[in-house]
């Protein structure tokens, strides 16, 4: 019994795990849908310059060429879009938006049900 009590936890977290991976994946892609490819950002790294100061007195940095800024940053990519403006209150947008709220609301119910049957069976 101990042996099929493992593979039967091994079944459910493997199943979890791609549960979760493919709900990453399904949003991920709905976001760069909506708000075009993600980008990673990459921060510049300013280099530190160090010089001697007296004792009590603190060097002032050196300013940073404009030139390696701009080759650090990656200026040659194009700036995102701006988002646009949301479309006026039509009929269309009026039922779009009751029909979203309607799934969240089966949504939701649907995930207590589950919930509940999952606990009944558990106990």
């Given at each position: 019994m101990k042996g099929n009590a493992a593979v039967m936890f091994g079944?459910?977290?493997l199943a979890m795990?791609?549960?979760?991976?493919?709900?990453?994946?399904l949003a991920?892609?709905?976001t760069e849908r909506i708000n075009g490819p993600l980008e990673r950002v990459q921060t510049a790294v300013q280099p530190r310059t160090y010089t001697a100061?007296?004792?009590?007195?603190?060097?002032?940095?050196q300013p940073v060429k404009e030139a390696a800024v701009s080759q650090v940053?990656?200026?040659d990519r194009p700036?995102?879009?701006p988002a646009e403006e949301p479309a006026a209150d039509t009929?269309?947008?009026?039922?779009?938006?009751k029909a979203g709220?309607?799934?969240?609301?089966?949504t939701r119910h649907g995930i207590k049900l589950f919930v509940s049957m999952v606990e009944a069976v558990l106990e």
């Amino acid at each position: 019994m101990k042996g099929n009590a493992a593979v039967m936890f091994g079944g459910v977290a493997l199943a979890m795990g791609f549960c979760i991976f493919f709900g990453v994946s399904l949003a991920t892609q709905g976001t760069e849908r909506i708000n075009g490819p993600l980008e990673r950002v990459q921060t510049a790294v300013q280099p530190r310059t160090y010089t001697a100061a007296p004792a009590g007195k603190s060097a002032a940095p050196q300013p940073v060429k404009e030139a390696a800024v701009s080759q650090v940053k990656g200026n040659d990519r194009p700036l995102p879009r701006p988002a646009e403006e949301p479309a006026a209150d039509t009929g269309i947008n009026r039922l779009g938006n009751k029909a979203g709220e309607l799934l969240q609301i089966v949504t939701r119910h649907g995930i207590k049900l589950f919930v509940s049957m999952v606990e009944a069976v558990l106990e």
